[in-house]
């Protein structure tokens, strides 16, 4: 006997359990492997899989995102204005969702046709976290090759250097906005009655044309007791607090955090 493995996509009213489409995505006949890459699925395989099926996912989305029966600034009843397509990226994988436009012929409202205007991005935050974490580690040039890893091997222009660039400056301005937050006194829960502080800087090389070098200050926050002693020649602080700073800005940045 001879057998076949398909998966299938439905579509399915919750109410009744009717099936409004079925479709099928993969089909694959059972075979002994012959190699280990024939076991479940291969990369392409996978890909094809989470392509198909996201994209099928995403179509139905895609006329719920904008659905206005009424304007909202007039509440004139509205009529359609053909649709938009954007762009949507995922972790591994890019998408088209097309999203109906509407307009009021009473006040002249149009609504958002911009994934980007609705949500703030078009990438999934799986996506932008990967991004910035391995931005963090890596050379722009070295993230871009892992990210393809990420995408079976496909180039993608969400994952060019320039926006893993701009992606790592908004993390770091991020940060450095909470780090510099003005803290009330009757804020902090558990107050110390000593702590120890360590501040430390080094000029670090700088690929900057005309510029030789700049300065990197780090500072270490903790407590007396949080430092335990493992035999009498090493010890490790079980609890601190870490904070540094390369702005150039004569160290106003790295006070204001230490404190």
């Not at 479940?40 to 179509?59: P, R, W």
């Not at 320039?162 to 780090?179: F, W």
Request: charged content about 25%; glycine content about 4%; proline content about 3%.
């Amino acid at each position: 006997m001879q057998l076949k493995s398909r998966v299938i996509f439905e579509v399915v009213n919750e109410e009744n359990g009717e099936i409004i489409t079925r479709e099928e995505v993969i089909n694959l006949p059972v075979e002994r492997p012959k190699t280990i890459d024939q076991i479940g699925l291969d990369i392409t395989l996978q890909q094809q899989l989470i392509q198909s099926t996201a994209d099928m996912i995403i179509a139905l989305q895609g006329p719920l995102i904008n659905n206005h029966k009424a304007c909202p600034k007039c509440q004139h009843k509205v009529v359609k204005k053909g649709h938009t397509s954007c762009e949507v990226h995922a972790l591994n994988t890019d998408h088209v969702i097309k999203i109906q436009k509407y307009r009021c012929p009473e006040c002249d409202w149009t609504s958002s046709d911009s994934i980007r205007t609705m949500y703030g991005t078009d990438v999934h935050t799986a996506l932008t976290k990967a991004q910035a974490e391995l931005g963090s580690s890596y050379s722009f040039r070295k993230v871009v090759s892992v990210l393809r890893l990420f995408s079976f091997e496909k180039e993608r222009p969400v994952n060019n250097k320039e926006r893993i660039k701009r992606v790592l400056a908004e993390v770091g301005q991020l940060i450095a906005d909470y780090n510099t937050m003005e803290v009330s006194e009757s804020d902090i829960k558990n107050k110390a009655s000593e702590l120890i502080v360590h501040v430390d800087g080094a000029h670090v090389p700088s690929k900057e044309n005309g510029k030789r070098s700049f300065e990197v200050m780090t500072g270490t926050i903790y407590r007396p007791e949080d430092i335990k002693i493992i035999n009498e020649n090493e010890s490790i602080i079980e609890n601190k607090v870490c904070v540094a700073s390369a702005n150039e800005d004569e160290q106003a940045s790295m006070k204001i955090m230490l404190i």
